[in-house]
Nanobody, 122 residues
Framework: IQLVESGGGSVQAGGSLRLSCAAS????????MGWFRRVPGKEREGVAT???????TYTDSVKGRFTISRDNAENTLYLQLNSLKPEDTAMYYC?????????????????WGQGTQVTVSS
């Protein structure tokens, strides 16, 4: 299983970016994928997830600004980042897990991409 992120970059506060995560050796359809971020010296933070049926979750600090989506045909996960703030600066990682219907849950995120850097200047 390989996850390859792209789309990071440097923007000014208020700007937008779209991150992509192309999956191979894994079917994004009906499974769980998520975006996580890490700032040096801090713990990794879950940003947004999407489960098998398509339900999404967001950490409070990005609600209303970020949107996670999945293109099953392209086997690609996206994260649209709008109204970016300097505190969104981090390395963003894509991760994949499997979805269980009984019980209804995602397994642990065991597969990770190499990360893409997002830098937001004030």
């Amino acid at each position: 299983i390989q996850l390859v992120e792209s789309g990071g970059g440097s923007v000014q506060a208020g700007g937008s970016l779209r991150l992509s995560c192309a999956a191979s050796g894994y079917s994004a359809r009906n499974n769980c994928m998520g975006w996580f971020r890490r700032v040096p010296g801090k713990e990794r933070e879950g940003v947004a997830t999407i489960d098998g049926p398509g339900s999404t979750t967001y950490t409070d600090s990005v609600k209303g600004r970020f949107t996670i989506s999945r293109d099953n045909a392209e086997n690609t996960l996206y994260l649209q980042l709008n109204s970016l703030k300097p505190e969104d600066t981090a390395m963003y990682y894509c991760a994949a897990a499997y979805f269980s219907y009984y019980p209804r849950r995602c397994t642990a995120y065991s597969y990770w991409g190499q990360g893409t850097q997002v830098t937001v200047s004030s």
